[in-house]
């Protein structure tokens, strides 16, 4: 299995910022798209940043200009750094990684793993 790993979340008043880390471990042979969700009490889970394993970013039209994703391929984490955040970003913050295994027994499997969430508190 391929396990997820988050840190970085917080409190922080409206206009701060934030940078949060996520890191894959495991029998890992290739980590593909690495992504952040946000869950904001009482609603889905929604996608707010993507990096492919070349490191083209995408953002979430809420977040963008102010959310910048990069990525440490040797050390397969991302890190999702957040400036002028405002209370509307409150939420878990997921990160989410796709990619190929290897099991025990060499074998290859296709892995979509998740991290147990980090909170993020924005106060106004």
């Known amino acids: 299995q391929v396990q997820l790993v988050e840190s970085g979340g917080g409190l922080v008043q409206a206009g701060g910022s934030l940078r949060l880390s996520c890191s894959a471990s495991?029998?890992?042979?290739?980590?593909?798209?690495m992504n952040w969700y946000r869950q904001a009490p009482s609603k889905a889970r929604d996608l707010v940043a993507t990096?492919?394993?070349?490191?083209?970013?995408t953002y979430a039209e809420s977040v963008a200009g102010r959310f910048t994703l990069s990525r440490d391929n040797a050390k397969n984490t991302v890190y999702l750094q957040m400036n002028n955040l405002q209370p509307d970003d409150t939420g878990i913050y997921y990160c989410?990684?796709?990619?190929?295994?290897?099991?025990?027994?060499?074998?290859?499997?296709?892995?979509?793993?998740w991290g147990q969430g980090t909170q993020v508190t924005v106060s106004s």
């Open positions: 990096i492919t394993s070349g490191g083209v970013s």
């Open positions: 495991g029998r890992i042979v290739s980590v593909n798209a």
């Open positions: 989410n990684a796709k990619g190929i295994r290897r099991s025990l027994t060499d074998r290859r499997f296709e892995y979509d793993s």
